[in-house]
């Protein structure tokens, strides 16, 4: 039977191995030989039941309490042990957050120009109160043409040099959108105003030089309410200029002009020393109040609202901010091109930012 000495000398021998152990495992282990089922101390109990009734009460309790101090210690060195093993991962996993990123392998991809401008262009019209909207590259001939109050013999659809499909067995004939004008007609058909859409995306005419490709990029802008006016219409282009040039203030000139789809019609020109070339007019869209005649075609009575439009080319205001010379190349999927004049995957535009870093 064990007596006090022995139980001292055990609680001093299980206290040092506690103290002893270098990691968690090793104090694990001592915690399993000590108090776990079949450990020293908890095998005392088992003696409990050999010893006469009236000593079996104080040793309970002795050995009890060996067990309370032992697990008290146990959990302290785990504390300390837990501490150390965290500011020693700190210490060797340290990461140093000034450093500048590495390259892997996506960030040797490029975006091409006409996406970033994209991009900002929807981050300014978003910024303005503009939803996006979108449409197909196939049209019909009545979204792209007829209810854009163009009818079949108008002029305007040979200036469009449009590309068509084979016709139909009905005589119909689908065609590759020539503008994104046919946005506006398929926004104003299934909402109610107040309308406020910007309309991106490719459009296709058979013509090809230095300045023009068959297919090329356009952003669409509409907006029909109730008292919409052309001072609306002027704000709107002169925010969206100051933005996307990155200048405080754009002269722009607004000449008279004709579309069939807007009644007054007009093209808008920017002073050029907004892009550092001042004395030089460079046209950048074409605009209007819409005509009542469309609004009429979509079911929206021109007694009640009206509005604007406006249509800008993606890749002519392209290379007027970054500089680039020839359309053709935006196309011609050169990968020395795209490296030297695309833009970062961290180079996100944004208006606190600024859009161009
Ligand atoms: N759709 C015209 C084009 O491709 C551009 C345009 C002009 C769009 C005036 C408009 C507008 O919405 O109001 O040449």
């Not at 006469?52 to 002795?62: L, Q, S, V």
């Not at 029909?224 to 200029?241: P, S, Y």
Request: proline share 6%; glycine share 8%.
């Amino acid at each position: 039977m064990s007596s006090g000495s022995d139980l001292a000398y055990l609680e001093a021998d299980v206290l040092k191995e506690i103290a002893e152990a270098v990691d968690l495992a090793a104090l694990d282990a001592v915690r399993v030989s000590a108090i776990g089922k079949k450990g020293r101390i908890s095998e005392l109990m088992a003696q409990l039941g050999k010893l006469p009734p009236d000593e079996r009460k104080t040793f309970g309790a002795t050995v009890n309490a060996l067990k309370t101090k032992v697990s008290d210690a146990i959990e302290t060195r785990k504390a300390t042990l837990e501490a150390a093993a965290l500011s020693e991962r700190l210490a060797s996993e340290r990461e140093d957050v000034t450093l500048p990123v590495r390259l892997g392998a996506e960030m040797q991809g490029r975006i091409h120009p006409v996406s970033q401008v994209l991009d900002e262009c929807i981050e300014i019209f978003a910024d303005l109160g503009f939803e996006v909207a979108e449409g197909p590259d196939i049209e019909t001939d009545d979204l792209n043409f007829t209810k854009l109050n163009i009818p079949a013999e108008h002029p305007a659809r040979q200036e469009h040099d449009t590309f068509y499909f084979n016709p139909k067995a009905d005589g119909s004939r689908l065609l590759l959108r020539t503008h994104t004008s046919p946005v506006q007609i398929r926004t104003m058909q299934t909402k109610t105003p107040p309308i406020r859409i910007v309309a991106p995306g490719r459009v296709y005419r058979c013509d090809s030089d230095q300045t023009h490709t068959p297919m090329f990029h356009q952003i669409e802008g509409l907006v029909i309410d109730e008292k919409t006016h052309m001072g609306h219409l002027k704000w709107v282009l002169e925010e969206f200029a100051k933005a996307f040039f990155e200048v405080d203030t754009v002269t722009m000139r607004f000449r008279a002009s004709h579309f069939p789809f807007t009644e007054p019609s007009m093209e808008v020109d920017i002073d050029a020393s907004a892009i550092g070339k001042p004395g030089q007019w460079l046209e950048i869209l074409g605009c209007g109040m819409v005509h009542p005649n469309v609004l009429a075609n979509c079911g929206l009575d021109p007694e009640r609202y009206q509005g604007f439009a406006f249509g800008m080319g993606l890749d002519r205001i392209t290379m007027l901010k970054y500089g680039l010379p020839d359309l053709r190349a935006f196309f011609s999927a050169d990968l020395r091109w795209l490296r030297h004049y695309g833009f970062s995957l961290l180079d996100q535009p944004t208006l606190g930012g600024g859009l161009s870093s």
